[in-house]
């Protein structure tokens, strides 16, 4: 982890130590911010033919495939995930939760992140982000540790999800939004997440909530760790799933970094765009 990246863009090059690499972004002053909606940002590690999730090779569902993820990586998704106020997921995170198939997301218990508990104490701010759950189903556990030492939850449904389960996530977690009338949209979410005074938003769910953030024009800014293999395989998710945008959704180029040490010492780059 002590090797550094080197910065391509922007100008000059230079050589900057891969910890501390996207806390220097200050998502939490400069990132760009529309009539008071929250700053919200994604990320997502993909293979260079495009495949961020694969089929699970023993279970129904998707995965991140191990070829792609690794450490470097995982290092700069904590750091993404340590400056939000909330942290976007999905009803099937926590089934895969449930699943134990997986992690929690901000882990500032590892000791190999003990720094960013300590930047966050030092912004005072509560150990771990708040959690957004969007889901439709309602059809989810919400596992004890989750709401341990204070944490919220808040819920983001649509108008036609099954009352019942409404009431029974309610009864659990005290906060649902419906944000949508059969999908959640992106607009009455960002709203919705305003309100409750989230500023800094970190989405890290999948493809199809990440259409809805785009489809919506709240996606302000998009991390993309690009690893040096291709995959193959069928199916498979990419980073944007749902219909075709017309128009296309711009981009501009914020910054590269070239890792030259992963995955397996294969090398990765490490991009930045903003929605423009
Ligand atoms: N490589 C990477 O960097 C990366 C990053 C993120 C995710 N992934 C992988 O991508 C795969 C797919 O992730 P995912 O299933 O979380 O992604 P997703 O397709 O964005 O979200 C799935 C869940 O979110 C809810 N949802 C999505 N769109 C909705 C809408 N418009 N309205 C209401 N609810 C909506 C649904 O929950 P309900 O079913 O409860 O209604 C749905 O099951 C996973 O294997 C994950 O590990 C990879």
């Given at each position: 982890?002590?090797?550094s990246v080197?910065?391509?863009?922007p100008l000059?090059?230079q050589?900057r130590?891969l910890k501390?690499l996207y806390?220097?972004?200050?998502?939490?002053?400069s990132?760009?911010?529309?009539?008071?909606k929250?700053?919200?940002?994604?990320n997502f590690?993909?293979s260079?033919?495009?495949r961020?999730?694969?089929?699970h090779?023993?279970?129904?569902?998707?995965?991140v495939p191990k070829a792609?993820?690794?450490e470097?990586?995982?290092?700069?998704?904590?750091?993404l995930?340590?400056?939000?106020d909330?942290i976007?997921?999905s009803g099937?995170?926590l089934?895969?939760?449930?699943?134990?198939?997986a992690q929690e997301?901000l882990q500032?218990?590892?000791?190999r992140?003990?720094?960013?508990?300590?930047?966050?104490r030092d912004?005072?701010?509560?150990?771990?982000?708040?959690?957004?759950?969007?889901s439709?189903?309602?059809?989810f556990?919400?596992p004890?540790?989750l709401?341990?030492?204070?944490?919220?939850i808040v819920?983001?449904t649509t108008?036609?999800?099954d009352p019942?389960r409404?009431?029974h996530?309610?009864?659990?977690?005290g906060?649902?939004?419906?944000?949508?009338e059969t999908?959640?949209?992106g607009?009455?979410?960002?709203q919705?997440?305003a309100g409750l005074?989230?500023q800094?938003?970190?989405a890290?769910?999948?493809p199809k909530i990440h259409?809805?953030?785009l489809?919506?024009?709240?996606?302000d800014?998009?991390y993309l760790?690009?690893?040096n293999?291709l995959l193959?395989?069928?199916?498979?998710?990419s980073?944007?799933?749902g219909?075709?945008?017309e128009?296309a959704?711009d981009m501009?180029?914020?910054?590269?970094?070239?890792d030259?040490?992963a995955?397996d010492?294969?090398?990765q780059?490490f991009?930045q765009?903003?929605?423009v």
């Amino acid at each position: 982890m002590e090797e550094s990246v080197l910065q391509l863009y922007p100008l000059p090059s230079q050589e900057r130590p891969l910890k501390g690499l996207y806390l220097s972004h200050n998502l939490r002053e400069s990132g760009p911010r529309k009539n008071g909606k929250p700053m919200i940002y994604s990320n997502f590690v993909t293979s260079l033919d495009g495949r961020i999730a694969i089929a699970h090779p023993t279970r129904p569902g998707m995965m991140v495939p191990k070829a792609t993820a690794n450490e470097r990586d995982w290092r700069l998704f904590q750091e993404l995930a340590a400056q939000a106020d909330l942290i976007i997921s999905s009803g099937r995170y926590l089934r895969d939760w449930a699943d134990g198939r997986a992690q929690e997301i901000l882990q500032v218990d590892d000791p190999r992140f003990a720094d960013l508990r300590d930047w966050r104490r030092d912004w005072g701010l509560p150990a771990q982000p708040d959690i957004a759950i969007i889901s439709r189903s309602m059809r989810f556990p919400i596992p004890d540790v989750l709401t341990e030492g204070g944490r919220r939850i808040v819920v983001f449904t649509t108008a036609d999800a099954d009352p019942e389960r409404v009431t029974h996530v309610e009864k659990q977690l005290g906060k649902v939004i419906v944000a949508g009338e059969t999908s959640v949209e992106g607009t009455p979410l960002a709203q919705g997440m305003a309100g409750l005074g989230y500023q800094t938003v970190y989405a890290a769910a999948g493809p199809k909530i990440h259409h809805l953030l785009l489809a919506a024009g709240v996606l302000d800014r998009l991390y993309l760790t690009y690893a040096n293999r291709l995959l193959g395989g069928d199916p498979f998710s990419s980073a944007v799933e749902g219909p075709l945008f017309e128009p296309a959704v711009d981009m501009s180029l914020g910054a590269v970094y070239y890792d030259a040490h992963a995955p397996d010492g294969l090398g990765q780059l490490f991009v930045q765009y903003d929605n423009v």
